[in-house]
């Protein structure tokens, strides 16, 4: 069987997969948002945090809310790293330096997880499950919580109120990601992942010798790590290493972990606002954009361009040799589409225009499918965008889902679009002018170098402020400046849009819907999804063309 039959019959299965999931996983997390009632352990945890779980909460409450458990995370994860040294299980490792433990403490609560540090070399088992594990449910409950008040925002009318963060919270965690974690981690155990609290141990080679290394709660870290779209590894080889992603079956399960929940909750989405032919505009949207960037990355790995990819069947350099280009390329766009950042190949070995389709595939702005939670905001703010430029072309007031789209609301979808192109481009900028920063670039000397080596560093801080956090992994990032600058842009990056998303929200919700007419612009309609489509790709295009021309263009090209 050719690699180019094989990715595409992988494709397939994947997709039929994602479509059985679909409408049960969609309607049974849309009965989980609007259920009035709390169970058992839901009501002891709401009385330990000294919350009420049925008080609605109006925006800037809800926003306090977001923040506030955020910042105890960050603070919390922040702790617990730089007492590693004194915990047990900590397997001999030291206490992370303070530079560090903040990147890694803003990575995780970020939903991003960007590790400057090898996991199976610093972390012990403490820090990995009671930390960074916790931070893997939570983080990604966060981002399905800010997800659903938008989606309120849009199905309520004239009050103001957008639920109950703590009970969005503790429901997203309980009802949906525990259940599907604990079975997931019984696949990959199944399947050969390791589940264990072993501690160092020296292991032979083929070619002679030995090395260290350690086991852990893999298998239960792994899964939540997919379907949290979060994607900080165990170990420092991702989803690369056995120990992670045992097989071939395992890869494609992943995969398909990554991308359930963000494209199920399309269907949740149409569900509570009670037009499910609007979900699936929404779905398409994204469903076009995932398959055409899948297709354009398995077509430009597989091109034979010299004779060291005709020798070995295609761009193999940098692949994990189990999986084949097909799976890499699959795994590649579906890590960059979301917000996960789990790998099973090396990005940086990638071809040039390939690693520009995963620079682009986070600028975007994480939406096709994007993060559990925030893909789903984030598309729902460049619907908006979309009606007001449709508005303009005809002139008539933008709507959206019987919601008048006026000044206020378009100004905050601006600022949210704003945001991280300004983090991205900003931080990128100055780490190129100043000498240390520079000096953090490995492949300084390597053929392409000043292009490559600007990627890097673009590619690092879309990586973190679009809370993604993959990297191509030929910089040093395992420095104050890299560390605090690309953990400030994952602290910036993932709560400022926030900020405006539940503005938005709360000021759709305080309006009175508006009658549809026969000059609506029907927004389930193919021609809709299409001018979403076109105007995210122009939108992340005019704004990102220059840098991308700078990089991975330039590189492709000479």
């Known amino acids: 069987m050719s690699p180019a039959l094989a990715g595409v019959l992988q494709l397939t299965a994947l997709t039929a997969a994602l479509a059985l999931a679909y409408r049960p996983l969609g309607d049974y997390m849309a009965a989980v948002y609007a259920s009035p009632k709390h169970l058992r352990i839901e009501k002891v945890i709401y009385r330990c945090i000294g919350a009420n779980a049925d008080a609605e909460m109006r925006w800037p409450a809800y926003l306090r809310g977001v923040l506030a458990f955020s910042a105890a995370g960050v603070l919390l994860l922040y702790l617990l790293q730089r007492v590693q040294g004194g915990l047990p299980l900590s397997l001999g490792f030291a206490s992370i330096s303070p530079d560090q433990a903040f990147n890694t403490a803003a990575s995780f609560v970020t939903n991003t997880n960007w590790q400057s540090y090898s996991g199976e070399q610093a972390m012990g088992h403490v820090v990995q499950t009671a930390g960074l594990a916790v931070q893997n449910f939570v983080s990604a409950a966060t981002g399905m919580a800010v997800a659903v008040a938008l989606v309120r925002g849009f199905a309520r009318s004239r009050t103001g109120d957008l639920g109950n ?40 080679q083929f070619m002679g010798g030995a090395q260290q290394t350690n086991g852990g709660a893999v298998a239960s870290q792994e899964v939540i790590k997919e379907l949290g779209t979060n994607g900080g590894g165990y170990f420092n080889a991702n989803s690369a290493h056995p120990f992670e992603n045992p097989s071939a079956f395992t890869n494609l399960f992943e995969i398909f972990l990554i991308l359930v929940i963000p494209f199920a909750l399309t269907r949740t989405f149409g569900k509570l606002v009670g037009n499910v032919k609007q979900g699936y505009a929404i779905l398409a949207t994204m469903g076009i954009i995932w398959l055409g960037f899948t297709a354009l990355m398995m077509w430009t790995e597989s091109a034979h361009g010299g004779p060291a990819l005709q020798a070995a069947g295609a761009a193999m350099e940098g692949k994990e040799t189990r999986f084949g280009v097909g799976a890499s390329s699959i795994f590649s766009v579906a890590t960059t589409l979301t917000s996960t950042g789990a790998v099973d190949a090396f990005h940086s070995s990638f071809t040039a225009f390939g690693g520009g389709i995963q620079l682009l595939g986070m600028m975007l702005g994480e939406l096709a499918p994007g993060g559990v939670g925030s893909g789903l905001y984030g598309m729902l703010v ?67 170098a000043g292009s490559h080596g600007f990627s890097e560093v673009l590619y690092a801080y879309t990586s973190g402020a679009n809370n993604n956090g993959s990297a191509f992994a030929g910089l040093n990032a395992n420095t104050p400046w890299y560390n605090t600058t690309i953990g400030l842009a994952m602290l910036l990056g993932r709560f400022l849009p926030m900020v405006f998303v539940l503005a938005l929200a709360g000021s759709l919700a305080e309006q009175q819907p508006v009658p549809q007419t026969a000059g609506t612009l029907r927004t389930e309609k193919p021609l809709f999804a299409g001018l979403l489509v076109g105007t995210i790709l122009i939108i992340t295009g005019l704004t990102y063309f220059p840098a991308l021309a700078l990089g991975p263009l330039a590189e492709g090209l000479s």
């Open 382 to 448: 460049m619907a908006i965008i979309a009606v007001f430029i449709a508005g303009l072309m005809v002139g008539r007031t933008p709507e959206y889902l019987g919601k008048k789209i006026g000044t206020r609301e378009i100004k905050l979808a601006a600022c949210y679009l704003l945001i991280t192109p300004t983090l991205v481009l900003g931080f990128a900028a100055a780490s190129m002018v100043l000498p240390d920063a520079l000096g953090s670039m490995l492949n300084t000397k390597a053929l392409g």
């Open 165 to 204: 963060f703590w009970a969005d919270l503790v429901r997203g965690t309980i009802r949906v990601l525990v259940p599907i974690a604990v079975l997931g981690a019984l696949v990959l155990v199944a399947c050969g992942a390791v589940q264990n609290f072993s501690g160092i141990h020296e292991v032979g």
